[in-house]
């Protein structure tokens, strides 16, 4: 999916063409989200996470990839 322009996909999530390619990052950063929820689903804890990415983000910031990935996959299994 080739993003032509940057949309806000949350609170702090954003895909924008001129960073990482047009992939989901937490904006402000070149964060993956796809990155957290690496981990997320390998079970790390989330200050963990916050802290191996330097505390550029936080707890609220990956609850919110988490929800937009949750629902996402509601979304696309409802159909």
């Known amino acids: ?3 032509r322009k940057r949309v806000k996909l949350g609170k702090h999530i954003v ?3 001129e960073i ?3 992939q989901p990052t937490f904006e402000g950063t070149r964060i993956m989200v796809k990155s957290v929820l690496y ?3 390998q079970g790390k804890n ?3 996470i916050a802290k191996t990415y330097d505390g550029r983000i936080g707890r609220h910031e ?3 990839a988490v929800g937009l990935a949750s629902n ?3 979304e696309k299994t409802a159909k």
Do not use: F, K, S, T
Request: a negative charge.
């Open 62 to 64: 990956i609850g919110e």
């Open 20 to 22: 990482c390619h047009g």
């Open 72 to 74: 996402a996959l509601i």
């Open 46 to 48: 989330w200050n963990w």
């Open 15 to 17: 895909a924008d063409p």
């Open 39 to 41: 981990y997320v689903a």
């Open 1 to 3: 999916m080739r993003i």
